[in-house]
């Protein structure tokens, strides 16, 4: 699932203007009608309504549903704010409707704004700006902005909140910005609702379909994409009747110190659940017994240290190599660490602590192997950048443009996963959720990834499966324990019900 920039999004309405054909104020009015719809569904004819609507085309949608919920039965108001005189022409189209069919129903703003109460029962819909919008807002739009926010009213945005831009919103003013309990965006979502810091404002989003042209949209280059399961379900190959373990892969793990052995089990056990057919987990002497014990499937390969990594050893006999989890940050484990990287001619998954010694030894990232797979959380990216991120947006385009500079992937993890391809492409995942914010889910992802680098998948298939798989046993595990109650453990043990989901597609 495609996503489009503001600029493309401004085409894709042209093209399907032209090519459907359809008029403008016509796909206008199959917009609203999705919007009208949707509103009725939540809130009976009982709830007062109050619409924001602006003299451009998202105004013009706003005057729309207006006036279709009023048909509907609803009582709302819309308050057109044409200052300057100038709306767009299916604005404005719009209003002259609203105005011959319910006359009381439009208050047309154009010097002085007399705002309407807003009680808590009130439901706001915003349609002041789109995704138009390149520039904070300011003057008398900011501060019905701030009216709005103040208020104590349910908010509905149309399209986009008012004040949020598509793309970068970097260097907005937050404080102008509508915060909406629900976005109903049409066509597709937009980048800024993929980035954690616009959820204020966003809430809940959901995706309406107004018949946008799917030519375009297929035809269309984009730099950033929602990952779906069909498409995961696609990149799956099936188990060979003949295979053993000697064909599915032997992986090794580099993984633990005194401690910390949990993200050593942890990450071993993903890779077994994801049909790895060896695991060797090389691990100090003090973990020894642990791992032993917990899971006796797993070859132990003891480090020559008692509590931490401190010996290199040969990764060319295997099939693919984890490294990082719980392993320490020790100075004997840094050497380690590289020389261990270094010499590996095999396919990398680089986590955790691993990612955190490369951070304090920046002069190492360019000595790195291409292809290496890194998973860092938001404050293990950080660490990696020079200067730190000013949002989660400059933080993705920057893990983007490392990807591309030393030629690797980038599992940036959050609630929708940025993958940040060599090539500049960034895929988000669409699993997951709140409830695997739990120590020892970034080592579960390690051993996931490294379980398919291990049974012959290629790193951007592997990265894109594993987030995707990773996810989703996580959504299976919070149907069963809830996000309160959900543990690493729970997100391994949900596996094979993930797998057999994508097997059956």
């Avoid at 807003?118 to 900011?142: C, Y």
């Avoid at 690797?408 to 929708?416: D, E, M, R, S, T």
């Avoid at 996931?448 to 290629?458: E, F, K, P, Q």
């Amino acid at each position: 699932m495609k996503i489009l920039t503001a600029s493309q999004i401004h085409e894709l309405d042209k093209y399907t203007i032209e090519h459907e054909p359809i008029t403008s104020v016509k796909l206008m009015e199959r917009a609203a009608e999705a919007l009208a719809e949707n509103i009725s569904i939540r809130w009976d004819e009982t709830t007062p309504m109050v619409a924001f609507a602006g003299p451009g085309n998202n105004g013009g949608d706003t005057l729309a549903v207006t006036r279709l919920l009023r048909q509907a039965g609803y009582d709302v108001t819309a308050y057109l704010f044409n200052v300057n005189g100038k709306l767009s022409p299916d604005c404005l189209e719009n209003m002259n409707l609203l105005k011959k069919k319910y006359p009381d129903a439009l208050k047309e703003v154009n010097k002085e704004f007399d705002p309407p109460r807003l009680a808590r029962e009130t439901v706001v819909i915003d349609g002041l700006f789109g995704s138009g919008l390149n520039k904070p807002l300011t003057g008398g739009f900011a501060e019905v902005v701030r009216y709005i926010n103040q208020s104590d009213a349910t908010v509905v945005s149309v399209d986009i909140p008012s004040g949020l831009m598509t793309e970068d919103n970097t260097f907005n003013v937050k404080s102008n910005i509508i915060n909406a309990d629900y976005t109903l965006t049409l066509g597709m979502k937009k980048l800024c609702m993929m980035m954690a810091d616009n959820q204020q404002y966003v809430g809940e989003v959901q995706v309406l379909n107004i018949g946008l042209s799917e030519e375009f949209i297929e035809n269309t280059p984009t730099q950033c994409s929602i990952l779906t399961e069909e498409k995961v379900a696609v990149l799956m190959t099936p188990r060979n009747d003949f295979a053993h373990k000697g064909t599915m892969g032997h992986a090794l793990l580099v993984a633990g110190s005194r401690g910390m052995a949990g993200a050593a089990v942890l990450a071993a056990k993903a890779c077994l659940r994801s049909g790895a057919g060896k695991v060797t987990v090389h691990t100090p002497q003090c973990n020894n017994d642990i791992m032993q014990i917990s899971i006796p499937e797993v070859i132990v390969q003891p480090d020559r240290g008692e509590d931490t990594f401190t010996q290199a050893t040969d990764a060319n006999q295997y099939s693919a190599m984890g490294i990082g989890p719980g392993l320490g940050v020790t100075e004997n484990t840094a050497i380690a660490l590289m020389t261990q990287i270094r010499s590996a001619r095999v396919p990398v998954v680089v986590d955790a602590d691993a990612i955190n010694i490369l951070a304090s030894h920046r002069a190492w990232l360019q000595q790195l192997p291409d292809g290496m797979i890194f998973t860092p959380h938001p404050r293990e990216m950080d660490r990696l950048l020079d200067t730190p991120p000013a949002d989660d947006y400059d933080r993705m385009m920057r893990a983007s443009d490392m990807a591309q500079r030393l030629r690797a992937f980038i599992v940036l993890k959050g609630h929708y996963s940025a993958l940040c391809l060599p090539n500049g492409n960034i895929t988000f995942n669409s699993t997951g959720n709140a409830g695997m914010a739990t120590a020892g889910s970034g080592d579960v992802l390690t051993g996931i990834i490294t379980a398919l680098l291990a049974r012959g998948y290629s790193q951007q298939d592997a990265a894109t499966i594993g987030m995707y798989l990773h996810g989703l046993a996580g959504d299976i595990a919070m149907q069963e324990k809830g996000m309160e109650s959900l543990m690493a453990s729970d997100i391994i043990d949900s596996l094979p019900r993930a797998f057999r989901m994508l097997e059956t597609l």
